[in-house]
């Protein structure tokens, strides 16, 4: 499993876990996770293969953070 591959995972994992279901689409270098919220659209932008070795941490961080704010209603 490629770095991005595991980014992708833990996210949708992260999302599942709250109850959403996203979509994954295809852009060439990067992959879009999206989810829908009432009146607002989400989306995640992960790269397939990141270099910084933080990025798993970072992604996470950035996602636990919208769902802890109470910016998604499940």
């Known amino acids: 499993m ?3 591959n595991g980014l992708v995972k ?3 994992d992260l999302l599942k876990e709250n109850g959403i279901t996203p979509t994954i689409s295809n ?3 990067h992959l879009k996770i999206r ?3 009432g009146n ?3 989306t995640v932008v992960v ?3 990141p270099s910084d070795r933080n ?3 970072k992604a996470r961080a950035t996602l636990q953070r919208i769902l802890r704010n109470g910016e998604v209603h499940t």
Do not use: F, I
Request: cysteine-free.
């Open 10 to 12: 833990l996210t949708v």
């Open 40 to 42: 607002r659209n989400y």
């Open 2 to 4: 490629t770095r991005g």
């Open 55 to 57: 990025a798993a941490k």
């Open 35 to 37: 989810w829908h919220d």
């Open 27 to 29: 852009g060439g270098k």
């Open 47 to 49: 790269s397939r293969s």
